[in-house]
């Protein structure tokens, strides 16, 4: 059975960074598309950042030249580097993989493999 855990979470205080890590296991393959969804209370998940097969990144404009999105090794595909955190990044972030190829255009899509989320919390 494929699982996705989060870790790297955690509260800071704004200005501050931190690094969230996704491990999988149950998969080998690495040839597919990942990211990093946030879902704020009960709002809708809302992407904020991906990266395809290829390593080729893409974020919302929130996002752009605070956090990098990048693929690791082994078992550890995929991490989130957040940096001059804002209250208002806080949220639950989860990882989610495309293993079944719907494309990278589509993720989020509810045949893609999630993570069971982790808190970020950004003080003022």
């Known amino acids: 059975q494929v699982q996705l855990v989060e870790s790297g979470g955690g509260s800071v205080q704004a200005g501050g960074s931190l690094r969230l890590s996704c491990v999988v296991s149950g998969n080998t393959n690495r040839d597919y598309c990942m990211g990093w969804f946030r879902q704020i209370g009960d709002k809708e998940r809302t992407g904020v950042a991906s990266?395809?097969?290829?390593?080729?990144?893409q974020y919302i404009d929130s996002a752009k030249g605070r956090f990098t999105i990048s693929k690791g090794n082994d078992n550890a595909p995929l991490y989130l580097q957040m940096d001059s955190l804002q209250p208002d990044d806080s949220g639950m972030y989860y990882c989610?993989?495309?293993?079944?190829?719907?494309?990278?255009?589509?993720?989020?899509?509810?045949?893609?493999?999630w993570g069971q989320g982790i808190q970020v919390t950004v003080s003022s």
């Open positions: 989610v993989a495309d293993f079944d190829g719907v494309g990278c255009d589509y993720l989020g899509d509810s045949r893609n493999h």
């Open positions: 990266i395809d097969s290829t390593g080729h990144p």
